[in-house]
């Protein structure tokens, strides 16, 4: 079964450093998505992406957020200088239809900021 | 924007009782409504979704039910079991692109 993948599993970073969170999505799907879920509480959306331009943000995705298509697989998620309340599981996701909504979610990145 | 309310926050219930989890949504415009499952450290994972011109869906023993005048909708497993022990999310989708969630429902099933 395709799956949504990301790299790191867990990174750990100093505040005020830059993180860039990468994630290939499954290779037919057009829509791309990051969502956050700080521990312990809710799935939080963060942006979506559809052809190489995002097409809906939340409030929590400020200018300190970008996310990037670089190439035909990977879809990135930077945050330029990091928090303390930035620490959370960062999730990727993606579907194929518009409109499906059908969301694949990655397994995960686990962000900690010291 | 779309608020997701979602109760109860835990429920505990044991082996082969039914389990009911509400959620309630407060955007009219709503279409979409999709049950996560995420056990502990894993990704959410779709487990029944509900669109908006359907009342009910059901999949073995989960079953999801949408009243479109109230704004709510509910999940509903029967004949639990230990391994149905979970954070289940509620969403919904106005948007066709983002997911709100509801906050959670921690699931315990005892044998």
């Known amino acids: 079964e395709p799956e949504v993948t990301q790299t790191p599993s867990h990174q750990v970073t100093q505040m005020g450093q830059e993180v860039i969170l990468r994630c290939v999505p499954i290779s037919n799907h057009l829509y791309f998505y990051w969502y956050r879920q700080i521990l312990g509480q809710k799935v939080e959306f963060l942006v979506s992406f559809y052809n190489n331009e995002i097409s809906e943000k939340s409030e929590i995705f400020d200018d300190q957020f970008s996310v990037e298509r670089p190439d035909g697989s990977n879809f990135t998620l930077k945050i330029r200088s990091t928090k303390l309340e930035d620490s959370a599981m960062y999730f990727c996701?993606?579907?194929?239809?518009?409109?499906?909504?059908?969301?694949?979610f990655g397994a995960g990145s686990r962000l900690t900021v010291l | 924007g779309e608020n997701v309310e979602q109760h109860p926050s835990t429920l505990s219930v044991q082996e082969g009782d039914s389990a009911v989890i509400k959620c309630t949504y407060s955007d009219s415009a709503s279409n979409y409504f999709p049950w996560y499952k995420q056990e502990l450290g894993k990704r959410p994972q779709l487990i029944i979704d509900?669109?908006?011109?359907?009342g009910e869906k059901k999949d073995q023993r989960i079953a999801v039910t949408l009243n479109k005048t109230a704004k709510h909708f509910s999940l509903h497993i029967t004949e639990t079991q230990p391994e149905d022990s979970a954070v289940y999310f509620c969403?919904?989708?106005?948007?066709?692109?983002?997911?709100?969630f509801g906050k959670g429902t921690s699931l315990l099933v005892t044998p």
């Open positions: 996701a993606s579907n194929g239809v518009p409109g499906a909504n059908v969301l694949t």
């Open positions: 509900i669109r908006s011109n359907v």
């Open positions: 969403a919904a989708s106005p948007s066709g692109y983002a997911l709100n």
